[in-house]
């Protein structure tokens, strides 16, 4: 990696936290649905085989047995693809978890088309939409796994249902070394003054690539990960807006309904900046190899730049 | 009977060990895919396609068609090496599973692959989809019939038993189910992880036609085949007792090559050893 990141698994940081936040607390339950081996609950399964429950290629039936447990007072984490965690069982997610607001945390993995090969069918690319709409429900797209795993951590605090997405490739650790996170607050990675990138998940680490090169020609772009979705950081976004006058999102997630539109949203009642978001097409994913999908849909640091040069040619 | 012709039998077991062939060298082609469940289904679908089945490979929307479905979208591997055998398309394109821009994507598109009926991969959707294009067919009065295939590890999906339940209410007898019945899902074995037994008595308290069969016996596929274009007034299901991997020694009743591709020391064995003929 030119930048010297390392590159590591969100799904092994993921399971690491499981792991020990079993040893911590008895109340910590898990829910898999035949995808332990890949989300890595398995290692949570290994540990504490009476606290997890294998529920079978039964998405629906997983969320709603959460709820149950969750209703019983157990912290319930569920995991699996984001494909099948999120719109094959909405109802029940929507019914029995953020509806009763319910003490559950779908963690799921594999979002976005960075899944690769196995093609559009598992690339859900509008999961942050879905899940961003349903009121009562904390949305998190860490940008790394030293990320994802303070987040599991910090998600524990509170007993809302929560939604944390995680990819299936390795990501560089951008990070590393960072205090603790807080949910429903955005990180400033880089200070600039000139343009502003929003990034979320593996995205953020392309936003800083972004803005390195942009520093080489003269530009100053202040990079804010927005690890959190929803509730969205208003101030910082408002804040951003108003010093740099500029704006870029970028997501690997449909250009519609993501980060991008909330924070369109947000400039829109708040400060009237030139924006434009970086994301997938509104068009279904296709096989492939992840680089090459990142590239084909417009997701590189090098689109990041061009959008930036856009919006501050739209500048007054 | 004429229907069991020794050297019929002989070239569908020939043409099972080609498909064997391309699903190894196609999937360690790509570097990713699911090698185990697409070897335990290669004589259900050879057994299909080049015996059972009415269709025309040069003329894939041919509305008197039979269908199928593959419900288990993950075998797209053996669907697709079956349809480039029959003619749908070239054989080279075998090797571009999975690759940007190509036709054969990771799981079965109905909108890129000629001779795909459905775009599945997300399991359990299959069997409800067969049902509507049997529906379809009877408000049409055609006499095609409606094939599909799903795995055991399917079973679990909920759906699977509320489409269980419309076939029979609708007595879909044009609708035949083949289940992989390979004992194995993604995270082991399928009694360990969501237990089926006893499936037989399950879909015959749902209203089917259950038969079990050696599921790489083509002569008892086709006769199973037969048997169920002769029940009436309900659906068929045909148990199908499979070896996951079948075929390739390293890879039998193998968890690991679920969803993993050969690699090159693997191809060359796998391919060694499906030369010889068993
Ligand atoms: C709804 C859904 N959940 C999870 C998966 C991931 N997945 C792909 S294959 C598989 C196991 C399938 O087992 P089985 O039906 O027995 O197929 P086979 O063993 O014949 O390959 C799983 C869990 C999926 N494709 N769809």
Known sequence: ?316 | MDLLDPKEMDALNERARTIRQHIIKMTHAAGSGHPGGSLSAVEILTTLYFKIMKHDPKNPGWIDRDRFVLSKGHAAPALYAILAEAGYFPLEELMTLRKLGCRLQGHPSMRCTPGVEMSTGSLGHGLAVANGMALAARLDRKLHRIFVLCGDGEMNVGEIWESAMLAAHYKLDNVTMFLDRNMLQLDGPTEKIMSLEPLTDKWKAFGWQVQEIDGHSIKEIIIASQNALRCHGKPSVIICHTVKGKGVSFMEGAVRFHGKAPVDEECEKALGELEVCR
């Open chain 1, 1 to 316: 990696m030119k930048h010297g990141w390392k590159m590591e698994s969100q799904r092994k940081a993921y399971s690491k936290a499981l792991v020990e936040l079993g040893n911590q607390r008895s109340d910590i339950v898990v829910l898999d649905a035949d995808l332990s081996s890949s989300t890595q609950t398995i290692k949570f399964a290994e540990a504490f085989p009476e606290r997890f429950f294998n529920c079978g290629i039964a998405e629906a039936n997983m969320m709603d047995t959460a709820a149950g447990l969750a209703a019983s007072g157990k912290t319930v984490f569920v995991s699996t693809f984001a494909v099948f965690g999120t719109g094959r069982c909405y109802d029940q997610i929507r019914q029995s978890i953020a509806y009763p607001k319910l003490n559950v945390k779908i963690v799921v993995s594999h979002a976005g088309i960075t899944v690769g090969g196995d093609g559009a069918s598992h690339q859900i690319t509008e999961d942050v939409a879905l899940m961003r709409v349903l009121p009562n429900m904390t949305v998190i797209v860490p940008a790394d796994s030293p990320e994802t795993y303070r987040t599991i951590f910090e998600i524990v605090k509170n007993k809302n249902p929560t939604y944390v997405r995680m990819g299936r490739a390795d990501v560089p650790s951008i990070t590393e070394g960072l205090e603790s996170f807080e949910i429903g607050k955005a990180t400033v990675m880089k200070e600039g003054d000139d343009v502003t990138l929003i990034g979320t998940g593996i995205m953020v680490s392309r936003c800083l690539s972004a803005a390195e090169e942009l520093k080489k020609q003269g530009i100053g772009a202040r990079v804010i990960n927005m690890s959190t979705v929803k509730p969205l950081d208003e101030k910082t976004i408002v804040k951003a807006a108003r010093e740099t006058g500029a704006m870029v999102t970028a997501e690997e997630h449909n250009i519609l309904e993501g980060l991008g539109s909330a924070v369109a949203m947000v400039l829109g009642e708040n400060a009237n900046v030139p924006l434009k978001r970086v994301g997938i097409p509104d068009i279904f994913g296709e096989s492939g190899d992840s680089e090459e999908l990142m590239e084909k849909y417009g997701l590189t640091a090098e689109n990041i730049v061009n959008a930036a040069h856009e919006v501050l040619a739209r500048k007054k």
